[in-house]
């Protein structure tokens, strides 16, 4: 069984930070891209930002500049520091592990999310 569990959700107030945590078990970790996604209350699932198993990250345009995507591959670990953080950016944000080596880590894994709210 591959689980993902997120943590570091809350209540911040604009302008303020956050860094959400996804603890990764039952896989081989280095052979995952990790990856983190939000959705907002009527709108669709959006990447916010994704990273290999040798460190390349992609940002969403959107967030771009106030996110960081990290990963600690011996402590199965990944991260998204957000700073600067705007109302908008309030939503669930899900945690996603998808298979980076051909055949040898397939498939596409999700976490439970863990809310963010951005409100004065």
């Known amino acids: 069984q591959v689980q993902l569990v997120e943590s570091g959700g809350g209540l911040v107030q604009p302008g303020g930070s956050l860094t959400l945590s996804c603890a990764a078990s039952g896989t081989i970790f280095s052979r995952y891209a990790m990856a983190w996604y939000r959705q907002a209350p009527g709108k669709q699932r959006e990447l916010v930002a994704r990273?290999?198993?040798?460190?390349?990250?992609n940002y969403a345009d959107s967030v771009k500049g106030r996110v960081t995507i990290s990963r600690d591959n011996a402590k199965k670990m990944a991260y998204l520091q957000m700073n600067s953080l705007k109302p908008e950016a309030t939503a669930v944000y899900y945690c996603?592990?998808?298979?980076?080596?051909?055949?040898?880590?397939?498939?596409?894994?999700w976490g439970q999310g863990t809310q963010v709210t951005v409100s004065s």
């Open positions: 990273i290999t198993p040798d460190g390349g990250t």
């Open positions: 996603n592990a998808y298979g980076w080596v051909p055949l040898l880590s397939r498939g596409d894994y």
